[in-house]
């Protein structure tokens, strides 16, 4: 499985998912409410460390901006309140589940992986919906062995 | 002894070229393990004992006399497979002393001798567990060897990870 399969069938568990009637890859509806997408931004290696042996450890960190394309109509502040309920919930959900190690990992070390849902905030208005935009990071380590 | 003159090639030597190994057999014959995996920094510290003495007419005489090997292997983090690590925190569990924290290391020089006959030597050393526990990343049990006795100098294959140790013949 790759890394955007797991992240995609991980974010499926996330119990307030059932409001997404579909979620892509790079590409959310942003006129019709009740969908999303997770689009991947890439890997960046954020520390090589190597051992007196030569063993390499490589921190990498994947990062994903989760989109969610919700009703919100024009001064609809209670649909707005909701939203934002639920922008939060995730963002929450995805912090209990890496620290209670249920998160889907990427490395192959015993060292605990961090997997952050940050910065969830309303990116765009259509008419009748609202696209929310929330920042997922996932840091793990890989260790290649030099025999 | 003569002094080892079988360096060759040239440039930088990788440190990875210079391996302790630890014998964790528990049997006649020595069974080794490779230690420093996830140690950046680990040496053979020679330590030695520098004695400076000005005399009255202002002559300074210089003496090393000895030296006091040691080598910190910290961070050490402990893994299920490892014979060391069990043996280790058997140290720690029965406040293990005197020879019974003895134990026999094999140094390889990798870059020094020839292939499938590299450089080595074993030695016993006094193994000093430091502590146990240490942070997130895992259990740590950081140890110092304090070198004792006389080396036995010899050559070394690596084969698949799998070290042999060949005692050099006498004269």
Redesign the interface.
Same mark, same amino acid.
Request: net charge negative; proline share 0%; aromatic share 0%.
């Given at each position: 499985m790759t890394a955007l399969e797991k992240i995609r069938a991980w974010i499926a568990t996330f119990p307030g998912f059932d409001i997404l009637g579909h979620f892509y890859v790079d590409y959310a509806d942003h006129a019709d409410p009740g969908n999303g997408g997770v689009f991947p931004t890439g890997l960046v290696e954020v520390e090589r &460390?190597?051992?007196?042996?030569?063993?390499t450890?490589v921190t990498n960190q994947y990062n994903f901006g989760i989109y969610c394309v919700l009703a919100k109509a024009d001064g609809d502040d209670v649909g707005a309140s909701i939203n934002a309920d639920w922008v939060s919930d995730i963002q929450e959900w995805v912090q209990e589940q890496s620290i209670t190690g249920v998160a889907p990992t990427f490395g192959n070390t015993?060292? &605990?992986e961090i997997v952050r849902a940050q910065n969830g905030a309303l990116y765009d208005t259509g008419e009748g919906t609202a696209t929310y935009m929330v920042q997922l990071s996932v840091q793990f380590k890989k260790f290649y062995e030099?025999? | 002894m003569a002094d080892a003159s079988f360096i060759s090639g040239a440039g930088a030597i990788k440190r990875e070229e210079f391996k302790i190994f630890a014998d964790v057999g528990t049997g006649s014959s020595p069974e080794w393990e490779l230690q420093g995996s996830r140690i950046e920094d680990m040496s053979l510290e020679m330590n030695p004992n520098v004695e400076t003495i000005t005399d009255v007419t202002g002559s300074t005489e210089v003496t090393l006399d000895k030296y006091e090997k040691q080598t910190n292997v910290s961070p050490y983090y402990a893994k299920r497979e490892s014979k060391m690590a069990a043996w280790l925190y058997n140290v720690v569990r029965e406040e293990k002393t005197l020879t019974d924290v003895e134990k026999t290391f094999c140094c390889v020089n990798i870059f020094a001798g020839s292939d499938g006959a590299f450089d080595a030597w074993t030695q016993k050393a006094v193994v000093a567990v430091q502590s146990f526990g240490g942070n997130t990343k895992g259990v740590q049990i950081p140890y110092n060897l304090h070198w004792i006795g006389e080396k036995t100098f010899g050559t070394a294959a690596i084969s698949n990870g799998v070290l042999t140790f060949t005692k050099a013949s006498a004269g």
């Open positions: &460390r190597e051992d007196i042996l030569g063993n450890t015993d060292d &605990r030099v025999i | -």
